[in-house]
């Protein structure tokens, strides 16, 4: 069975302003949509997605994850670009600090931090809703628990922002973000134990070199492992948030009445913004659905944001619901490559819903920024108020 085709450009202008109308247009032609511009097959529904994130002994990582051959030839020592038993023995020592058990000894400094970080901004009044708000928490505690020294400490959201960048096709965005990606790559084999915050997330993988449950080059690529998923995605997500919150009538009052609304609301949050619109994968073998084929040897565009956005699966799925709760959402992907740090990321949301519940009476929100990326979505910047 053929596939669709489209002439979209995944990674145009148009595309990144207007997400939301172009991926359901995909969706309107087929749960695989075969892309001549970017050579790419889409994945668009929320079923199709999910399967093709579960076949991944065919819809391969190892190979990259971009949509470009420059990033996809980088040395592949990081856990995000393998597959199979290589995989799972880089995500057990990955996975070793961010799992609920190893987090729990961080809850109570997460609530303070939150709790500390709202009054301040309720007594100022007007703020940013990214920088000051939802980048906060993982600049503040993140980034010490990383464990790299002050100087590279700065460079991390730069560099994390960057690798994304960095993955889509080598458009003037990947160009000019290629030296920023690659830099960070470069750092990272400059890196050893002793050139890290002792007991931190990046020094322990070097310690698994002398089990043999690591080699140095993962060791030392593992820092990116850390870097790249701990700090755009949640911040994104959590300026997300805050504008549905004030943007949806009834929203806030709801949550402020009914504080276990708060788990649901972040999973409707992190739905609706959907950080990462897409990573690729290589097709090792054809990979065969009763919708049609993509051949061995291209590559798909697992599409999450289109997949959280499908009206086929969630019921007026563009409307943001405090009682809507979508645990099988997407927007932290699925299957054996699901975001490693999403019990972080949940923390650090709750803990920030849950400090406004308390003392804020209401809030509100300017016209936004939207942030210009090949694979990040959200907003560069956000005016607020909290009263």
Aim: hydrophobic share 45%; aromatic share 6%; glycine share 8%.
């Amino acid at each position: 069975m053929s596939l669709p085709k489209s002439d979209i450009d995944l990674f145009s202008d148009h595309t990144l302003l207007n997400t939301e109308a172009v991926y359901r247009d995909l969706r309107a032609l087929g749960p695989m949509v075969h892309l001549p511009k970017n050579d790419l097959y889409a994945v668009t529904s929320f079923d199709a997605v999910r399967n093709a994130l579960r076949a991944d002994s065919v819809l391969l990582s190892g190979h990259g994850v971009a949509a470009n051959d420059v990033i996809n030839g980088v040395d592949g020592h990081a856990t995000i670009v393998s597959d199979g038993d290589v995989h799972t023995r880089r995500r057990a020592v990955l996975m070793r600090p961010l799992m609920p058990g190893a987090l729990k000894t961080l809850r109570a400094q997460i609530d303070d931090t939150a709790d500390r970080l709202v009054r301040e901004l309720l007594a100022r009044g007007t703020f940013d809703a990214v920088t000051d708000f939802a980048a906060h928490l993982p600049l503040s505690i993140v980034v010490d628990l990383v464990g790299l020294d002050e100087a590279a400490s700065r460079k991390m959201l730069g560099w994390a922002a960057a690798t994304f960048n960095a993955l889509g096709p080598m458009n003037s965005r990947t160009e000019h973000a290629l030296e920023v990606a690659l830099e960070l790559v470069g750092y990272v084999k400059t890196l050893g134990p002793d050139t890290l915050k002792p007991g931190s997330w990046a020094q322990r993988p070097f310690f698994e070199i002398e089990t043999g449950s690591l080699s140095p080059p993962e060791a030392a690529m593992m820092v990116v492992d850390y870097v790249a998923p701990s700090l755009d995605t949640t911040i994104l997500a959590s300026a997300h948030m805050l504008w549905r919150l004030a943007i949806t009538p009834g929203a806030f009052d709801a949550m402020k009445a009914d504080q276990d609304l708060i788990r649901g609301i972040v999973n409707e949050s992190v739905r609706l913004a959907s950080p990462i619109r897409s990573f690729t994968r290589y097709a090792g073998a054809a990979y065969e659905t009763d919708h049609g084929s993509i051949p061995k040897g291209k590559r798909a565009a697992i599409l999450y944001a289109s997949a959280n956005w499908d009206d086929g699966h969630y019921a007026q799925a563009d409307q943001f619901k405090t009682d809507r709760n979508p645990r099988d959402h997407v927007g932290w992907g699925h299957g054996a490559h699901s975001c490693a740090g999403m019990h972080l990321a949940r923390m650090e949301m709750e803990a920030l819903a849950r400090a406004l519940a308390r003392h804020v009476r209401e809030l509100g929100v300017g016209t936004p920024v939207p942030l210009m990326n090949n694979l990040l979505q959200g907003f560069q910047a956000l005016p607020a108020w909290l009263r």
